[in-house]
């Protein structure tokens, strides 16, 4: 008796849901990155604009 754990449609629904969630992980990293860097040159700024 073959069972079938997942049929072509369920492992492409799988990839496009992977691939949804991994796009918004890429877009957040970069507005986190951006968030640090502005935050790291106003820093700076004012450590050494005194």
Same mark, same amino acid.
């Given at each position: 008796?073959?069972?079938?754990?997942?049929?072509?449609?369920?492992?492409?629904?799988? /990839?496009?849901?992977?691939?949804?969630? /991994?796009?918004?992980?890429?877009?957040?990293?970069?507005?986190?990155?951006?968030?640090?860097?502005?935050?790291?040159?106003?820093?700076?700024?004012?450590?050494?604009?005194?």
């Amino acid at each position: 008796m073959e069972t079938v754990l997942a049929t072509k449609q369920d492992l492409m629904d799988l /990839r496009i849901e992977v691939e949804k969630s /991994r796009s918004g992980l890429i877009k957040w990293m970069f507005i986190f990155w951006i968030g640090q860097l502005v935050s790291f040159i106003g820093i700076a700024k004012f450590i050494f604009h005194q």
